[in-house]
Antibody, heavy 119, light 107 residues
Framework: QVQLQESGPGLVKPSETLSLTCTVSGFSISSGYYWGWIRQPPGKGLEWIGSIYHTGTTYYNPSLKSRVTISVDTSKNQFSLNLSSVTAADTAVFYC????????????WGQGTLVTVSS | EIVMTQSPATLSVSPGERATLSCRASQSVSSNLAWYQQKPGQAPRLLIYDASTRATGLPARFSGSGSGTEFTLTISSLQSEDFAVYYCQQYNNWPHTFGQGTRLDIK
């Protein structure tokens, strides 16, 4: 059973970098699939942030591309999100997820973690 | 970037009745479309993929249809547990994009 768990600070100051890690269990990241980050501001809809393949190939939302980096650490079976120069508009629940092949729909999701940007 | 537009924003339906939710893409996404259900405080749950394939264990009252730019999610006889927010997502092109959601309320 594939399980994903987000972790990281729940509070980040404006202009700083938001860093989250997704720890995967029940499946080896190096075996394949795309691993993604999706966020949801309070009371709003889902926004796709980006995805990474186990080889390191990445795709990003153009609206966030200049501030986002997604990386993978196969030795720890984790992948990570860095979002720089954050503002209050970046406050959201962040989800990590795994697709079912070739950059597709997300079948497995973490429970989500709320990150608040505030001084 | 492909823009996904869902309608209506809110749909009020009585239990036992049929609900029809729509999703339109700004350009063709072939059949590369998924539907998710999200309840308060929970992560989204995959319902339908490839426009019409039900996810494992999904009740048969859920069905998806469409291709190209027009898609529909139908719930044939609403149960109390079906009242939630529903999102469509295209995965035909990067960046993958979600619709803004349809809230399904109890009438």
């Amino acid at each position: 059973q594939v399980q994903l768990q987000e972790s990281g600070p729940g509070l980040v100051k404006p202009s700083e970098t938001l860093s989250l890690t997704c720890t995967v269990s029940g499946f080896s990241i190096s075996s394949g699939y795309y691993w993604g980050w999706i966020r949801q501001p309070p009371g709003k809809g889902l926004e796709w942030i980006g995805s990474i393949y186990h080889t390191g190939t990445t795709y990003y939302n153009p609206s966030l591309k200049s501030r986002v980096t997604i990386s993978v650490d196969t030795s720890k079976n984790q992948f990570s999100l860095n979002l720089s120069s954050v503002t209050a508009a970046d406050t959201a629940v962040f989800y990590c997820a795994r697709d079912l092949g070739s950059g597709s729909y997300y079948a497995y999701w973490g429970q989500g973690t709320l990150v608040t940007v505030s001084s | 970037e492909i823009v996904m537009t869902q309608s209506p924003a809110t749909l009020s339906v009585s239990p036992g009745e049929r609900a029809t939710l729509s999703c339109r893409a700004s350009q063709s996404v072939s059949s590369n479309l998924a539907w998710y259900q999200q309840k308060p405080g929970q992560a989204p749950r995959l319902l339908i993929y490839d426009a019409s394939t039900r996810a494992t264990g999904l009740p048969a009252r859920f069905s998806g249809s469409g291709s190209g730019t027009e898609f529909t999610l139908t719930i044939s006889s609403l149960q109390s547990e079906d009242f939630a927010v529903y999102y469509c997502q295209q995965y035909n092109n990067w960046p993958h994009t979600f619709g803004q959601g349809t809230r399904l309320d109890i009438k």
